[in-house]
């Protein structure tokens, strides 16, 4: 019974460690998006950004709505979009490349942090989810262009509430997501100790054995990836942060598992969203799982330095 009640004071201990972790990083950096937000910062970006929407085959306007997505997140992204989208027609192939580019490249000052305090800089971050989201997006305008596919026009299937535009309405939201990431990194550390008691870990190290290898990442950052492809980067990255730290992954490992996970993070439920708008599930599901793996797994082979020679996980990001 004592070692019982031990365990679970162990557990309850790593629960809020994580937690601590993640809140040093998501607050402040919560604040500071807001606050360039309503200084304009986000006007600014989408005009950077608008060029880059004509060579994609979308309208120059689209740029804010990826503007959005980029600062904050899916959600905000989607309500922004129906405002700037109005009455317009707009096919289903220009639905899929806007699509791509708010799954690689979104909520980027948050997970951007999480990701920085696990060991990935900020340019890499950048690269791979901005520059990924451009290039998947060519890709898929060019052979939506050539094969004359994805052409006619889709309806809305969903349109969000409006948004509250107050700090009072944006601290509340951002509270409740607080207190909700609380509660599923519980269940996820305790999952994760279940799945060890009952041996269930091995069976899923032999499931994701072959995706493993071809990201030549050790089998000890498993679950970790399992966790951050169906539920999010912050909760697979704020975990890894945790296992790095105890010795358990190496520091290669969780650069190339962060790294991908910014790319393929929140499979299920990011990639619902996009559907809702009308985009084609081959593109925005396989097409995304693909081609990060790919590039990842490429990337991943050019990495031989000795694991102590990488970036270390912060305490105090």
């Given at each position: ?112 942090a999480v990701a920085k305090a ?88 032999l499931m994701l054995a072959p ?80 081609f990060s793996i790919v590039l ?22």
């Open positions: 019974m004592k070692a019982l009640w031990n365990g679970i004071v162990e557990l309850g201990k790593d629960i809020l460690r994580v937690y601590w972790t993640l809140l040093k990083i998501m607050v402040p950096t919560l604040i500071v998006v807001k606050l360039l937000d309503s200084v304009g910062g986000t006007e600014w970006l989408a005009i950077l950004l608008s060029p880059f929407m004509e060579v994609l085959g979308l309208p120059q306007e689209w740029g804010l709505v990826w503007a959005v997505a980029i600062l904050t997140n899916i959600y905000t992204a989607m309500a922004v979009f129906y405002e700037v989208a109005g009455q317009a027609d707009f096919t289903g192939a220009q639905i899929t490349v806007l699509g791509l580019l708010i799954l690689f490249a979104h909520s980027l000052p948050m997970e951007g696990a060991g990935v800089p900020w340019w890499m971050t950048i690269v791979f989810r901005v520059g990924g989201g451009l290039v998947i997006g060519w890709l898929a305008h060019t052979v939506y262009q050539a094969g004359d596919w994805q052409q006619s026009n889709v309806n809305l299937l969903w349109q969000p509430e409006p948004l509250g535009e107050g700090w009072g309405d944006w601290a509340m939201d951002q509270l409740k997501m607080l207190v909700s990431i609380f509660f599923i990194i519980s269940v996820l550390m305790m999952l994760l100790k279940l799945l060890r008691v009952l041996g269930i870990e091995r069976l899923l190290h995706l493993m290898k071809g990201l030549t990442i050790g089998k000890e950052a498993t679950n970790i990836t399992i966790i951050g492809i169906t539920l999010g980067l912050s909760f697979g990255a704020g975990l890894l942060i945790d296992e790095v730290k105890q010795g358990k992954v190496s520091k290669r490992d969780t650069l190339i598992v962060v790294c991908f996970l910014g790319l393929c993070h929140s499979i299920i439920e990011d990639t619902l969203l996009i559907l809702l708008l009308g985009a084609d599930i081959y593109a925005v599901l396989w097409g995304r799982l693909i990842i797994a490429i990337w991943a082979r050019l990495l031989s330095k000795p694991d102590d020679t990488y970036p270390s996980p912060v305490t105090h990001p």
